[in-house]
């Protein structure tokens, strides 16, 4: 990254972000940042319901997958492992080049991403500080209903033509159950620092992964993946210890 773009925060040219994005990016510090956020909250907006809309999007169509698939022969167990590692897949290329590089059409995601959830959270300064700022790390449940009933079933469709109704049927709901594994792991990253999780083995190692990718030295070039660092450590990008750190307040 160069010296001008870590400077602003690694997010590029303001004038072409949309109005509410451009009032959290130029607010001065991250506590400012996050006071603009709050106030651009829909009427009624609760915390506590996104998380169950969220679950309840993914939840339920993938327990009725796996209801409908019955007992897993081999076919199914191949496909749960193959839901595993596309999963992983999607997360970490998703995540290191369109939510981190602006790409023709998907916008969107580096909208969201870097200048949205990257603005408010730094490391060191990655809790959220209560229940309703869960949207600054959370999608809406259409987004998420997107993946789960869109997304997901067209990634299915291979497998279903080469393995059958049943191993598809299991593909579907792993994938989906991973995408609500995604979410659930990076909201506790941004719990308290400290706090019981982090001591669980493996999940406390996945949370200190995510938050030194929120560091400013580090959020364009590593710490990519979420649930599985596969890529970030066959691609060289694991980054395990302190940076130096610049950028926004
Ligand atoms: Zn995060
Ligand atoms: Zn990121």
Request: charged share 15%; hydrophobic share 50%.
């Given at each position: 990254?160069?010296?001008?773009?870590?400077?602003?925060?690694?997010?590029?040219?303001?004038?072409?972000?949309?109005?509410?994005?451009?009032?959290?990016l130029?607010?001065?510090?991250?506590?400012?940042?996050?006071?603009v956020?709050?106030?651009?909250?829909?009427p009624?907006?609760r915390?506590?319901?996104?998380?169950?809309?969220?679950?309840?999007?993914?939840?339920?169509?993938?327990?009725?997958?796996?209801w409908?698939?019955?007992?897993?022969?081999?076919?199914?167990l191949?496909?749960?492992?193959?839901?595993?590692?596309?999963?992983?897949?999607?997360?970490?290329?998703?995540?290191?080049?369109?939510?981190?590089?602006?790409?023709?059409?998907?916008?969107?995601?580096?909208?969201?991403?870097?200048?949205?959830?990257?603005?408010?959270?730094?490391?060191?300064?990655?809790?959220?500080?209560?229940?309703?700022?869960?949207?600054?790390?959370?999608m809406?449940?259409?987004?998420?209903?997107?993946i789960?009933?869109?997304?997901?079933?067209?990634l299915?469709?291979?497998?279903?033509?080469?393995?059958?109704?049943?191993?598809?049927?299991?593909?579907?709901?792993?994938?989906?159950?991973?995408?609500?594994?995604?979410?659930?792991?990076?909201?506790?990253?941004?719990?308290?620092?400290?706090?019981?999780?982090?001591?669980?083995?493996?999940?406390?190692?996945?949370?200190?992964?995510?938050?030194?990718?929120?560091?400013?030295?580090?959020?364009?070039?590593?710490?990519?993946s979420?649930?599985?660092?596969?890529?970030d450590?066959?691609?060289?990008?694991?980054?395990?210890?302190?940076?130096?750190?610049?950028?926004p307040?």
């Amino acid at each position: 990254m160069t010296r001008r773009a870590v400077e602003s925060g690694g997010v590029g040219d303001t004038d072409r972000v949309p109005a509410s994005y451009r009032e959290i990016l130029e607010a001065p510090t991250l506590a400012e940042r996050r006071a603009v956020w709050r106030r651009l909250r829909a009427p009624g907006y609760r915390g506590s319901t996104r998380i169950a809309q969220v679950m309840a999007v993914t939840l339920v169509p993938a327990v009725l997958a796996l209801w409908h698939a019955g007992p897993w022969g081999w076919k199914a167990l191949g496909a749960a492992v193959g839901a595993v590692l596309v999963g992983a897949s999607v997360v970490y290329f998703s995540h290191r080049f369109p939510m981190h590089h602006p790409m023709r059409g998907l916008g969107l995601l580096y909208d969201l991403h870097t200048r949205c959830h990257h603005m408010v959270f730094r490391e060191g300064q990655t809790e959220i500080e209560s229940i309703d700022d869960v949207d600054m790390v959370m999608m809406p449940w259409r987004e998420a209903a997107a993946i789960g009933w869109v997304l997901a079933p067209l990634l299915t469709v291979p497998w279903w033509l080469v393995l059958g109704t049943e191993a598809a049927l299991v593909y579907y709901a792993v994938a989906v159950l991973y995408y609500l594994a995604y979410e659930l792991v990076h909201l506790a990253s941004h719990l308290r620092v400290g706090g019981p999780l982090d001591r669980v083995p493996v999940l406390g190692w996945l949370l200190r992964h995510h938050r030194r990718h929120h560091a400013w030295a580090v959020m364009h070039h590593g710490n990519f993946s979420m649930l599985i660092p596969l890529w970030d450590w066959l691609l060289g990008t694991l980054v395990t210890g302190p940076r130096e750190t610049s950028g926004p307040r």
